[in-house]
């Protein structure tokens, strides 16, 4: 299908054929996905989160399933920044499509290292800084949750990056994102991403013990669209107020072209697709497609949609 | 090469109480599966239950991919219901099968750990004269159908099936563990080479630790909950030996024993 | 089916003939589903949201349905104080199983007036205060989300209670609940009760609106249960460290009896059915009996798996 | 006295396009069954779709309750593969029918607005010699199933049933409320006394508006997104001409189209 409608936007600092990226976490390094995905069907994907150092990650079971949901603790299992730059984004900077790396630091200090490091790489497009990670115990949703952390955090990472876009992933475990939102913004960020999981338990009645065994996890798939939804929303209309250059990319239980278009509107400029492409390798892709199919059929284009919520 | 496909059921017929044998259209991946390896299923096009399902490759003729599976929980038994014609997204063949260039391997399975270790027989039996199987089962009764597939579609005159049984309904009463030792112990100096193993989890263990104590080479065919199927998730972690983890849908599903932290698991 | 066990419990300062309660807003003043349940069915109920004057409540529409789950925008629609004193607690009073009133305030003033009203009627076994509804401007959510309010209502309506045990409705909009159950506990609250809805929104990319006129409400059912047993587990922890004798009632997508064990095995005392009730109108009796089942399948009393998680 | 009860599937056949008639072994809820009411059928047993979907009772005869739908979207397309054994949780009867006391009752029905209607055509029968429907389709391609359902099922020699069509493929072309006013104009002396009215909202407006011209007692047989069914969750709030709002399920779904505000709806 070639779509009729103008599909890239520019999000973030970062161009992009078509607003769909893959999520941090369920797409790996991006070529677990090669077989299944036509080169260039997606803008381009968020790498797993990279750390220093690797990490093992949690101990089993790290994954559940819940309704119409599934919770995870991995605990940022990755190998860590050497490894990461000597073998996995090689591969990434031949593939068509943006590269955004997810990165993860225990301190200020280590968001600034990873930042600067992987800045200096010209086959990184953008930087994803997660400070809300609910699966561990230093750093992660601690920083999340306070403007203060997540300013100090991004402003830390930006001085870092070298000019490279910064973006912050913010979390839903909040009252209300804006404040993070505006911090991050405030600092330098390009971009925010939201949502990132829900903090979450499941117990197994028979055994009387968590189905997890870090005990809590984070919930992502369909069941969170609405929460995602509203915070997009919720973080759009500040940023419009306050920052208008500052982008949102949405997520959080995106299955279909419809439910990218959902957040879209909602105010992202662009979505990224997580769980779905564990209910379907190709997921991301036929998402693209379907959201191209969509705004063909309205007549728009992608960036006109972004913010096109009438209220 | 992995792909993704809609599969179409050809077949899938209850062969015993609460076991399934499916059959898919899938020549793709059917062609390229070998033995060990595993597909992933999605049992509802929608939301619920979100997950695709693992399974072993139980077979693949003709284009067709054959499953047997368990009903378990509610994905499978939401698949007992796909009828033939309909369509059930499918992707594979994943993960590491079996190396089958042993000089005498040993096939040991305990229970619903025969679906994938079928198809190694399948294999083995074009290279060999003989394959030694020693298969472990509740009993007759709850394992009726496992036992009459072995004497259908393996009761080749080449496979050579020892049965242990819980009840002692059938072969020796005990565990298929007991039958392992004592085939060791006999076998001499015609020992096996390797053992390549599927069961329940104790049951692995057990197999694992008795060929570290006789020396022999052992893989050992792992299930663990798993998301993606294609190494992204990370869900799926195996303890490792020596620290960390592995993925049983990508160092797995079959792993060297000595590969696996079994104290841990 | 005559438990073997014994399903007894005593939550919050109201003993119960099994832990099992009908849920604010999701069983009306009661009536409307006795054709359902036999009397005695379940442990009692908590009532639609009662405000000191009637309120109409949204323009519709109110509610729309989303993966495994359902958003309301009912905006706490109620009879009043007075018609609810007149003639919908006369009825409920004849009944067997306790009667919690769900009550709702603008002001800490009128959340006093109602539990002074509320407090002096014999049929009324305890009030649950409502400072966690996503669906109003005033007072709702905007107490929950701060220990300091939180408490001050609390400390306002037990002055009012007249001894009349007081519950306190959480929101899971926060990223910790437990400093808002520990102020309630502080302040007098007998029980607190979570999880209330999540907000979220909906929108229909049809017509790029809100599915809802109120543009956002109250995430509740299945999709939910995992925030919910998680927030119930911190809070239960939290109190048993600080506040022993306050009891938590759990609910948040409870669909069936094992649902409701594993809220009680998170710590809970007690659970209310909401939203499963819409989808089965005898669900609340059947849980109890399922619940049942199950306690005595595994051999233990309603009060012992209270907390028995085991981490 | 409404119930809850697992109804099973008699039949559940496609009559037309995207239009299914269901049959429902449920005796006690269609012994209590009056026009106008309508039922809560939980179309999965599952999570998903969550919410049960109301449906008016389209006849109710000899134990059997009938539902005429119209596949609209998830939940009605998951319903027409019931299969007939299968259960379907079902209460009801709910709501307020139609108040069928009036004299001179006129029938006005639009596309699936037939299916509460035809109920209380079964029902005008018994006590008229005469029974006036005016009957607005799109057109008989569109709605051939249904204008064959009424030349079926209620092709009584009572039934005097005039078509609108918006294509003018049967009856006069146009919209049945041209029909109504023309009725209303010619009618005299025996003018209806009373208008029972179901159809899309826009329909059911303009009857509204026209019985308040000719003034004639109009009775409205409303849709509104439900949760509970039975007037506890407050969902299907309509707006009341006093102001506030009458709940769809208990105070409907027939109302008084005068209670009604039918700028707000
Ligand atoms: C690599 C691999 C190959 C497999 N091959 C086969 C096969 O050939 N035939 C077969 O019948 N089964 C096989 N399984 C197990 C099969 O995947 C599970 O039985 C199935 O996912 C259960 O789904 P459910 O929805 O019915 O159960 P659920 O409702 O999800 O759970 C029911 C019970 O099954 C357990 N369970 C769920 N998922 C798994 C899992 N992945 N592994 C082990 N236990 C699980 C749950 O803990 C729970 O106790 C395999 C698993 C793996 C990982
Ligand atoms: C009192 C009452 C009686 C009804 N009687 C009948 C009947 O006899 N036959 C029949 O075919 N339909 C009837 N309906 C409508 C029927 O309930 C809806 O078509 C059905 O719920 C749609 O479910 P779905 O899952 O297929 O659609 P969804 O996937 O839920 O939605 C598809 C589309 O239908 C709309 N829709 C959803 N629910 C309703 C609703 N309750 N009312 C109106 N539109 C809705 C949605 O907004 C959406 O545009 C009745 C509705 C009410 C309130
Ligand atoms: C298994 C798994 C691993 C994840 N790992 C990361 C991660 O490393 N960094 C990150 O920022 N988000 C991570 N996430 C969060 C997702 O990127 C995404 O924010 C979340 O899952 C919600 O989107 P979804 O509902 O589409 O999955 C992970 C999610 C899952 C399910
Ligand atoms: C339609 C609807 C109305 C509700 N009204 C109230 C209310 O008046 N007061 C209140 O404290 N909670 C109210 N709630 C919240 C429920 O009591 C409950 O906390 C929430 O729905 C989560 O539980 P569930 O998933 O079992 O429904 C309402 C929920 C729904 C769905
Ligand atoms: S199942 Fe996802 S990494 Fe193994
Ligand atoms: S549908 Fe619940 S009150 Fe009408």
Same mark, same amino acid.
């Given at each position: 299908? @070639?779509?009729?409608?103008?599909?890239?936007?520019?999000?973030?600092g970062?161009?992009l054929?078509n607003?769909?990226?893959?999520?941090?976490?369920?797409?790996?390094?991006?070529?677990?996905?090669?077989?299944?995905l036509?080169?260039?069907?997606?803008?381009?994907l968020?790498?797993?989160?990279v @750390? !220093?150092?690797?990490?093992?990650?949690?101990?089993?079971?790290?994954?559940?399933?819940?309704?119409?949901?599934?919770?995870?603790?991995i605990?940022?299992?990755?190998?860590?920044?050497?490894?990461?730059?000597?073998?996995?984004?090689p591969?990434?900077?031949?593939?068509?499509?943006?590269?955004?790396?997810?990165?993860?630091?225990? @301190?200020?200090?280590?968001?600034a290292?990873?930042?600067?490091?992987?800045g200096?790489?010209?086959g990184v497009?953008?930087?994803?800084?997660?400070?809300?990670?609910?699966?561990?115990?230093?750093?992660?949703?601690a920083?999340?949750?306070?403007?203060?952390?997540?300013?100090?955090v991004?402003?830390?990472?930006?001085?870092?990056?070298?000019?490279k876009p910064?973006?912050?992933?913010?979390?839903?475990?909040?009252?209300d994102?804006?404040?993070?939102?505006l911090a991050?913004?405030q600092a330098?960020?390009?971009a925010?991403s939201?949502?990132?999981?829900?903090l979450?338990m499941?117990?197994?009645?028979?055994?009387?013990?968590?189905?997890?065994a870090?005990?809590?996890?984070g919930? @992502?798939?369909?069941?969170?669209?609405?929460?995602?939804?509203?915070?997009?929303?919720?973080?759009?209309s500040?940023?419009?107020?306050?920052?208008?250059?500052?982008?949102?990319?949405?997520?959080?239980?995106i299955?279909?072209g419809?439910?990218?278009?959902?957040? !879209?509107?909602?105010?992202?400029?662009?979505?990224?697709?997580?769980?779905?492409?564990?209910?379907?390798p190709?997921?991301?892709?036929?998402?693209?497609?379907?959201?191209?199919?969509?705004?063909?059929?309205?007549?728009?284009?992608a960036?006109?949609l972004?913010?096109?919520l009438?209220? | 090469?992995s792909?993704?496909?809609?599969?179409?059921?050809?077949?899938?017929?209850?062969v015993?109480?609460?076991?399934?044998?499916?059959s898919?259209e899938?020549?793709?991946?059917?062609?390229?599966?070998?033995? %060990?390896?595993f597909?992933m299923? *999605?049992?509802?096009?929608?939301?619920?239950?979100?997950l695709?399902r693992p399974?072993?490759?139980?077979g693949?003729?003709?284009?067709?991919?054959?499953?047997?599976?368990?009903v378990k929980?509610?994905?499978?038994k939401?698949?007992t219901?796909?009828?033939?014609?309909?369509?059930l997204l499918?992707?594979?063949?994943?993960?590491?099968?079996?190396?089958?260039t042993?000089? =005498?391997?040993?096939?040991?399975?305990g %229970?619903?750990?025969?679906?994938?270790?079928?198809?190694?027989?399948?294999?083995?039996?074009?290279?060999?004269?003989e394959?030694r199987?020693?298969?472990?089962?509740?009993?007759?009764?709850?394992?009726?159908?496992?036992?009459?597939?072995?004497? %259908?579609r393996? %009761?080749?005159? =080449?496979?050579k099936? *020892?049965?242990?049984?819980?009840?002692?309904?059938?072969?020796?009463?005990?565990l298929?563990?007991?039958? #392992?030792?004592?085939?060791?112990?006999?076998?001499?100096?015609?020992?096996?080479?390797?053992? #390549?193993?599927?069961g329940?989890?104790p049951?692995?263990?057990?197999v694992?630790?008795?060929c570290a104590?006789?020396?022999?080479?052992?893989?050992?065919? #792992?299930?663990a909950?798993?998301a993606?199927?294609v190494?992204?998730?990370?869900?799926?972690?195996i303890?490792?030996?020596g620290?960390g983890?592995? *993925?049983?849908c990508?160092?797995?599903?079959?792993m060297?024993?000595?590969l696996?932290?079994?104290?841990?698991?």
């Amino acid at each position: 299908m @070639s779509p009729a409608t103008d599909m890239a936007v520019t999000v973030g600092g970062v161009r992009l054929a078509n607003p769909v990226l893959a999520a941090s976490g369920t797409f790996g390094y991006g070529r677990e996905y090669s077989p299944y995905l036509e080169p260039g069907a997606i803008g381009g994907l968020v790498t797993k989160g990279v @750390s !220093l150092q690797p990490r093992a990650g949690n101990p089993p079971p790290r994954i559940v399933e819940t309704a119409c949901g599934m919770l995870n603790a991995i605990g940022l299992a990755n190998v860590g920044l050497d490894e990461f730059l000597a073998h996995k984004l090689p591969w990434l900077t031949e593939q068509p499509g943006a590269v955004v790396v997810n990165l993860y630091g225990e @301190s200020v200090g280590e968001f600034a290292e990873l930042a600067q490091r992987l800045g200096a790489q010209p086959g990184v497009d953008a930087l994803e800084l997660n400070v809300s990670c609910p699966n561990v115990k230093e750093g992660g949703m601690a920083f999340g949750c306070h403007p203060g952390a997540v300013g100090e955090v991004t402003a830390a990472a930006v001085a870092g990056a070298q000019g490279k876009p910064v973006w912050v992933k913010l979390t839903p475990n909040v009252s209300d994102p804006a404040p993070m939102a505006l911090a991050a913004a405030q600092a330098g960020a390009q971009a925010v991403s939201l949502i990132n999981t829900l903090l979450a338990m499941a117990i197994d009645a028979g055994t009387r013990r968590p189905k997890l065994a870090n005990v809590v996890g984070g919930l @992502s798939g369909p069941a969170i669209k609405p929460v995602g939804l509203r915070m997009v929303w919720q973080v759009a209309s500040a940023l419009k107020a306050e920052h208008p250059t500052v982008d949102v990319v949405g997520l959080g239980g995106i299955m279909s072209g419809i439910d990218a278009a959902e957040y !879209l509107i909602a105010g992202a400029k662009a979505v990224q697709v997580g769980t779905a492409s564990f209910t379907d390798p190709a997921a991301a892709g036929r998402i693209a497609a379907e959201l191209a199919a969509y705004c063909t059929e309205q007549g728009v284009s992608a960036a006109e949609l972004s913010g096109s919520l009438r209220v | 090469m992995s792909l993704s496909l809609k599969a179409k059921v050809s077949s899938n017929e209850p062969v015993g109480p609460e076991i399934y044998l499916l059959s898919l259209e899938a020549p793709a991946i059917a062609d390229a599966a070998r033995p %060990g390896q595993f597909v992933m299923l *999605r049992v509802s096009p929608g939301p619920e239950p979100l997950l695709a399902r693992p399974f072993s490759i139980h077979g693949a003729d003709g284009g067709k991919l054959l499953i047997l599976y368990q009903v378990k929980g509610k994905g499978t038994k939401l698949l007992t219901q796909a009828c033939p014609g309909s369509e059930l997204l499918t992707w594979g063949p994943l993960g590491r099968g079996f190396d089958l260039t042993a000089e =005498r391997p040993l096939l040991v399975a305990g %229970g619903m750990g025969v679906a994938p270790i079928a198809f190694a027989i399948e294999y083995l039996c074009n290279k060999f004269d003989e394959v030694r199987l020693l298969c472990g089962v509740a009993g007759t009764v709850r394992h009726e159908a496992l036992i009459k597939l072995f004497a %259908g579609r393996l %009761g080749s005159a =080449r496979v050579k099936i *020892r049965y242990s049984s819980e009840d002692g309904s059938i072969g020796r009463k005990g565990l298929v563990t007991d039958l #392992l030792k004592e085939h060791f112990s006999t076998s001499q100096p015609l020992k096996p080479d390797t053992v #390549l193993a599927c069961g329940p989890l104790p049951m692995l263990k057990a197999v694992a630790l008795l060929c570290a104590e006789f020396e022999v080479a052992c893989q050992t065919s #792992l299930e663990a909950p798993m998301a993606c199927g294609v190494g992204a998730c990370l869900g799926c972690a195996i303890p490792a030996a020596g620290g960390g983890y592995l *993925r049983a849908c990508q160092e797995g599903p079959v792993m060297e024993a000595s590969l696996v932290d079994w104290e841990k698991i």
